[in-house]
Nanobody, 116 residues
Framework: QVQLVESGGGLVQPGGSLRLSCAAS????????MVWYRQAPGKQRELVAG???????NYVDSIKGRFTISRDNTKNTVYLQMNSLKPEDTAVYYC??????????WGQGTQVTVSS
């Protein structure tokens, strides 16, 4: 059974930091690209950051220089370090594991709220 479990969300003031984690089980983690998405109220889900099995990374422009994605294959975990948070970063953040074929899995999401 595949499980992706996000953690690390919460309430933070503007300018603050959070680190999200996504622990995967039931998959051969090192073969998967891992992606963080987010969905704000009333908006479509958007890709935030991704990291391939070969550790290549990509980011949406709005978070470049503020967020960093990384992975630890020994812990089957992907991280999203979020610095200089802004109110517009408020959203539910989802972890996604994907590889070629019918292999596409989602976590349940973790709420991030940036507010003073």
């Amino acid at each position: 059974q595949v499980q992706l479990v996000e953690s690390g969300g919460g309430l933070v003031q503007p300018g603050g930091s959070l680190r999200l984690s996504c622990a995967a089980s039931g998959i051969f983690f090192r073969l998967y690209a891992m992606v963080w998405y987010r969905q704000a109220p009333g908006k479509q889900r958007e890709l935030v950051a991704g990291i391939t099995s070969g550790n290549r990374t990509n980011y949406v422009d709005s978070i470049k220089g503020r967020f960093t994605i990384s992975r630890d294959n020994t812990k089957n975990t992907v991280y999203l370090q979020m610095n200089s948070l802004k109110p517009e970063d408020t959203a539910v953040y989802y972890c996604n594991a994907v590889r070629e074929g019918p292999y596409n899995y989602w976590g349940q999401g973790t709420q991030v709220t940036v507010s003073s």
